[in-house]
């Protein structure tokens, strides 16, 4: 089976499960890992149990995971007593990037350690990235006055989704999305650069050339094409 | 120029300002006690660029070639407290820290430690498995919601302890057979469990290529929380072979500076416990006059030369490697 790492309230998670092909497709929430029936031993991962959907499954049948949750987030957790939410969220992020880089089978994004869906990078650090790898760049520029009345983080300054006139979408060697040749071959540049196999990639245009805005790792799948990209990719049928 | 980033009048920030001063060099601080004092701009492209500006110093981020940082979390200084989180004091304050945390990841200066290196520390279950494939022997460790794989482990191994899986702080403690009627606790979250390794701890601080280790002579479970149990500790020199895959796994985890747990069993077998990506070694230098803020020093003002064995973005893994491990 296929496990979806995602959010209660993921409801692109659902619908990719529900579209699931060939292959039985599970979604695994935080509430799965409040329930008895997980076994992870490290010097023994073919003995590994994992709970998805409320139902015990042994780690063997486990064929390919996609994770759509960076983090256990607190909010995720409302059966838990409000006072220990912060800790059991973080014993449980913990928890899953050694289960997730355990796993023999591919896994969209393999988990960095701040971030479970691949590398939690700052936007300067993408851009620098970006910059090395052959794409189009602005520079970033980030002022911080001594009490400045404004805002001032990187995250007002990131560019994103919302301001991105072309989102190119790669899956393994593939990539989504109506651009120019050249761009969908930098955005798949820029994946492989950074080591992750799932990577949504924003661009000011749709032409050669066009400048590099941000990125996702964890994009909108909920395209039927990108759906069964990843489907492939989960099965080992697409290199990723 | 040497930076060094966090509290100034805290206990390591300012032995490593002494032992480069110590030197002859001439470390500048960014106190993060000044946060609302200072500007700093960031460029970022190919390259970083920009400035930090401090009540008494201006400084061109290009010129730095070496860093130590160990920043507190900037919401908890009193000031940035006090004022709130809907403030421009705690709006300024965490922009500062994002924009040097930022530069500290970019730079192809020597940094002490990267802030990004320290996350495997975060997952000590992910680290443990780092530490593994580096040559060390580890504790048998189980992650579990379940009482009956608890009690198989317990029996495989005879006496089991239990520790915090993430990075949060935890006293390690032997599991007692009056615990088990906690157990129906267990499913709330998985926990987890390692064999009990006896031995004689070590603790080992790789500064570069340096090692400086020491033996902890304690009956405590967790020497650092001995708990009415004396603590003593003696410098010694670990067998070569163990020095080098102390090196070895510093390189590794890309830590310039790493504090690393090991275990000598009465076998003779090596075991390693954890990695402290930011260990407070005037602890255990005050205990053995180990020279590790010398250390330390030299290494920062090596600066970009030192920093080559550390660089700031790595190597990217191949999609194959991504995927199969």
Redesign the interface.
């Known amino acids: 089976m296929f496990v979806v790492i995602a959010s209660q309230r993921d409801e692109i998670a659902q619908a990719f499960a529900a579209r699931g092909g060939a292959h039985e497709i599970g979604i695994m929430t935080s509430r799965d890992l409040s329930c008895a029936g997980w076994r992870h031993r490290l010097s023994a991962p073919h003995e590994a149990m994992a709970v998805v959907g409320g139902r015990s499954v042994p780690g063997p049948e486990i064929e390919g995971v996609l994770t759509r949750l960076p983090y256990v987030w607190e909010s995720e957790l409302a059966h838990i007593a409000e006072r220990e939410r912060a800790y059991v969220a973080s014993e449980m992020s913990a928890f899953l990037l050694a289960w997730l880089t355990s796993l023999r089978c591919p896994v969209l994004n393999r988990p960095a350690p701040a971030s479970l869906t691949g590398p939690s990078w700052r936007l300067p650090k993408w851009l620098q990235l970006a910059a090395r790898t052959g794409l189009a760049v602005r520079p970033f520029i980030q002022d911080c006055h001594a009490l400045n009345e404004q805002p001032s983080t990187l995250s007002r300054h990131a560019p994103d989704e919302a301001h991105a006139v072309t989102t190119l979408t790669v899956v393994g060697g593939h990539t989504f999305g109506v651009a120019a040749d050249e761009l969908k071959a930098q955005a798949r540049a820029l994946a492989h650069a950074a080591g992750v196999a799932l990577l949504g990639v924003y661009f000011d245009g749709a032409g050669a050339g066009a400048t590099f805005l941000g990125i996702n790792t964890c994009p909108d799948i909920s395209g039927p094409e990108i759906g069964a990209a990843v489907r492939a990719c989960l099965a080992g049928g697409v290199p990723c | 120029m040497i930076v060094l980033w966090g509290i100034g009048n805290e206990q390591l920030l300012k032995a490593v300002h002494e032992a480069v001063t110590e030197i002859g060099h001439t470390p500048v601080v960014i106190d993060q006690r000044e946060v609302?004092?200072?500007?700093?701009?960031?460029?970022?492209?190919?390259?970083?660029a920009g400035y930090v500006r401090t009540p008494t110093h201006s400084i061109n981020l290009c010129d730095i070639t070496a860093a130590y940082i160990r920043p507190y979390d900037a919401r908890r200084l009193p000031a940035i407290e006090r004022a709130g989180p809907r403030s421009?004091?705690w709006?300024?304050a965490?922009?500062?820290d994002?924009?040097i945390?930022?530069w500290s990841?970019?730079t192809p200066a020597l940094v002490v430690n990267r802030l990004?290196a320290m996350?495997?520390n975060?997952?000590?279950?992910?680290q443990?498995?780092l530490i593994?494939r580096h040559g060390f022997s580890?504790p048998?460790?189980?992650?579990?919601?379940?009482?009956a794989?608890v009690e198989e482990?317990w029996a495989r191994h005879g006496e089991i302890i239990y520790k915090?899986?993430?990075?949060?702080r935890s006293i390690v403690a032997r599991l007692r057979p009056e615990q088990r009627a906690d157990f129906v606790r267990?499913?709330?979250?998985?926990v987890q469990f390692q064999q009990c390794i006896n031995g004689r701890d070590h603790r080992a601080h790789v500064v570069g290529d340096e090692v400086y280790a020491c033996e902890v002579i304690s009956d405590a479970t967790d020497y650092r929380y001995p708990v009415g149990a004396s603590v003593e500790l003696r410098a010694c020199r670990l067998p070569h072979e163990i020095e080098d895959r102390c090196r070895t796994l510093a390189v590794a985890l890309r830590l310039p500076l790493a504090g690393i747990d090991l275990r000598l069993t009465p076998a003779g077998e090596w075991y390693c416990f954890e990695v402290n990506p930011s260990p407070a070694f005037t602890y255990f230098e005050a205990h053995t006059d180990l020279p590790i803020g010398a250390a330390v020093a030299r290494l920062l003002a090596a600066g970009a030369h030192a920093a080559q064995s550390w660089p700031a973005?790595s190597a990217?893994?191949?999609?194959?490697?991504?995927?199969?491990?």
Do not use: W
Request: net charge negative.
């Open positions: 609302l004092c200072t500007d700093v701009q960031l460029i970022c492209a190919a390259e970083v421009a004091a709006r300024h965490l922009a500062v994002e924009a945390s930022a990841e970019l990004s996350m495997s975060g997952s000590k279950p992910y443990l498995e593994r580890v048998d460790t189980l992650l579990t919601t379940d009482a794989a482990f915090s899986t993430s990075g949060t267990l499913r709330h979250c998985p973005l990217a893994p191949t999609h194959a490697a991504q995927v199969s491990a």
